[in-house]
C-alpha cells in the first residue's frame, strides 16, 4: 500500500513493480522507468534505532546498476524526508576539483 508522506509528498513503503529490486537498468520496463528519479521512504522495523524502526531512502537513479540506490538510513521519517528532498549524499561531497558534484 502506498502511502504519501504529508509534507514533501514523498512515498512512503509504495507498491513497486516485480523485479524492481533486481533487474539491470537497460532491461527495465516503462512501470519501473516510471519511478526513475524519484525518491521513496520504506519504513521497517529495527531494534537497532531508538524508536525501533528504521526509514530507509532509495531512488532509481542509476547509483547502482540492476537496483535503487540506497540515500541513507535514519531513525524518523523527518529525517528521511529531508534526504529524499535534498538528494543523495554523495551530490553534497565536494569534487576532487574542489567543487561540488560526486566527490570521487
Known sequence: MQTPSVE??????????EGFWS????????DHLAWWGKP?????????????TRFDVHCLDGGATDRPSC?????????????????PPWSEAPSRTGGAGHGW
Open 8 to 17: 514533501v509528498n514523498i512515498p512512503l513503503n509504495p507498491e513497486v513493480p
Open 40 to 52: 521513496f521512504i520504506l519504513r521497517s522495523p529495527n531494534p537497532h534505532f531508538p524508536s525501533g
Open 71 to 87: 540515500w541513507g538510513m535514519f531513525g524518523t521519517l523527518e529525517k528521511a524526508e529531508q534526504r529524499a528532498a535534498t538528494g
Open 23 to 30: 533487474t539491470p537498468h537497460e532491461k527495465r520496463p516503462a
